[in-house]
C-alpha cells in the first residue's frame, strides 16, 4: 500500500520540480547562445568584409596605390612596425590625457554650475563658444600661441572633448528628485551626504553617458590638431603618419596608420562601455540586463 502510495506522489512531485528546472535550463542556454553572437556574428561579419575586399582588390587589379588589399596592409603593419608604434604611442598618450583633463574640468565645473546659477549663467556662454566652433579653426592660432607642440595639441583636443562632459555632469547633478531632495533636507542631510548619496548617484548615468561620446571626441581632437600641425618633429602622432604617406603616395602605410587610428576608437569604446557597465550594471535601468 505505501509503495503504491510513493508511485503516486513521485511524478506529483517531479510534475512541479521538472517545468522550473527546464525553464531555468532554457535561460541559461539562451543567455550562453546570446554571449556567443555578440562575439561571434561582429567577428564574421569583418570578416566576411575583409576577405571580399582582399578578393575584389585581387579580381580586378587594383593598384597598390589606389586600394591596397588587406594582406599588403598587415605586411605594411609588421615592416613599419616600430614607427607606427611609436606614432600610436604618442597619439594614445595625447587622447587619454585630454581626456583626463576634460573630465576633471568638466565634473569641478559642472558641479559648480550645479550649484550656483549665477556662475553657470555667466560662464556657459563661454563653453558654448568652445563647443560650436571648428578645433580645426582654431588650432592654427593656438599652434601659435603655444611654442609647446604637445601641449598646442593638447588643448585642441581638450576643447574638442570638454562640453560633453560639463554639460551631462550639471544636467546629472540638478536632475535628482524634488522629493528626494526634500527628504534629504528633513533628516538635515550635511552638504557631503547630500552630494554622495542623492547628487552624485543621480549624475552617474548622465556622466558615464558623456564619458563614451568624449572618449571618442577627444582622439577626434587629437587626429584633427596633429592634422594642422603638419608632419613637424619626430614626436608625431598617427595623423601625421597618414598626412606623412599621402604625400609620398605611400597608399598601403596610410591604410595601416588609419587602422590603428580606428583600432584606438574601438578599445576606448569598449572601455568606456565596459566602465558604464561596472558602476551602472547593478543599479541603474540603463545598464540592467532583463530576461525575456
Not at 570638454?162 to 533628516?187: C, V
Not at 590638431?225 to 596610410?254: D, W
Amino acid at each position: 500500500m505505501s509503495t503504491s502510495t510513493t508511485d503516486l506522489t513521485a511524478p506529483a512531485a517531479d510534475a512541479f520540480e521538472d517545468p522550473a528546472a527546464e525553464m531555468n535550463a532554457a535561460v541559461e542556454r539562451a543567455a550562453r547562445r546570446e554571449r556567443r553572437m555578440r562575439v561571434l556574428m561582429p567577428v564574421a561579419a569583418l570578416t566576411l568584409a575583409v576577405v571580399l575586399w582582399e578578393v575584389l582588390v585581387w579580381w580586378n587589379e587594383v593598384p597598390h596605390y589606389l586600394i591596397p588589399a588587406p594582406s599588403l596592409i598587415a605586411q605594411t603593419l609588421v615592416t613599419d612596425f616600430g614607427t607606427l608604434m611609436t606614432s600610436m604611442w604618442f597619439t594614445v598618450k595625447l587622447t587619454l590625457v585630454s581626456l583626463l583633463l576634460a573630465i576633471v574640468g568638466g565634473v569641478l565645473l559642472g558641479m559648480v554650475f550645479a550649484l550656483s546659477r549665477t556662475v553657470e549663467v555667466s560662464l556657459f556662454p563661454f563653453a558654448v563658444i568652445l563647443q560650436v566652433t571648428p578645433v580645426i579653426a582654431i588650432a592654427p592660432l593656438i599652434l601659435i600661441y603655444v611654442h609647446d607642440t604637445f601641449s598646442a595639441l593638447l588643448i585642441c583636443a581638450w576643447i574638442v572633448a570638454f562640453f560633453p562632459i560639463l554639460s551631462n555632469t550639471a544636467i546629472g547633478l540638478r536632475s535628482a528628485d524634488h522629493n528626494l531632495r526634500d527628504l534629504f533636507t528633513l533628516y538635515r542631510a550635511t552638504p557631503w551626504q547630500r552630494l554622495r548619496y542623492l547628487l552624485v548617484p543621480s549624475a552617474l548615468p548622465y556622466f558615464m553617458a558623456a564619458l563614451k561620446i568624449a572618449g571618442g571626441l577627444a582622439l577626434i581632437g587629437a587626429v584633427v590638431a596633429e592634422f594642422v600641425a603638419g608632419t613637424a618633429g619626430q614626436n608625431t602622432g598617427l595623423a601625421s603618419r597618414i598626412l606623412e604617406s599621402s604625400f609620398r603616395q605611400e597608399i598601403p602605410r596610410m591604410f595601416a596608420a588609419l587602422f590603428l587610428v580606428s583600432l584606438l576608437g574601438i578599445v576606448i569604446f569598449l572601455a568606456t562601455s565596459f566602465l558604464s557597465k561596472a558602476v551602472l550594471g547593478h543599479w541603474h535601468e540603463s545598464e540592467i540586463k532583463r530576461e525575456a
